[in-house]
């Protein structure tokens, strides 16, 4: 079973920065790729951030510049530092993990979310 943990969301003033981090435990599965979404009330969970298991990394237009996504290969973490912080990047944050099944069949996993509240 794979276990996502999300942690470091909270309230801050627009300009400021957060590092949120997710601890991901696995058991038998080859993740592939792991990331952060964002989503708001009433809204569509966008995705934020990816970072592909060769390392490859995606970002969302609106974050490009600002945030960045890395892994804790020690500490089996999933980190997202976000800098200039806007009152648009409020939210719920989730972490993400993509596991390979089989050939062609992927599971998306799924944190539980932490709250990212920025004032303006």
């Known amino acids: 079973q794979v276990q996502l943990v999300e942690s470091g969301g909270g309230l801050v003033q627009a300009g400021g920065s957060l590092r949120l981090s997710c601890a991901v435990s696995?058991?038998?599965?080859?993740?592939?790729?792991r990331g952060w979404y964002r989503q708001t009330p009433g809204t569509q969970r966008e995705m934020v951030a990816t970072?592909?298991?060769?390392?490859?990394?995606r970002y969302s237009d609106s974050v490009k510049g600002r945030f960045t996504i890395s892994r804790d290969y020690r500490a089996r973490t999933v980190s997202l530092q976000m800098n200039k912080l806007t009152p648009e990047d409020s939210g719920v944050y989730y972490c993400?993990?993509?596991?390979?099944?089989?050939?062609?069949?992927?599971?998306?996993?799924w944190g539980q979310g932490t709250q990212v509240t920025v004032s303006a």
């Open positions: 993400q993990a993509v596991a390979i099944i089989d050939i062609g069949k992927r599971r998306e996993h």
């Open positions: 970072i592909h298991s060769s390392g490859v990394e």
């Open positions: 696995e058991n038998g599965v080859s993740i592939i790729e």
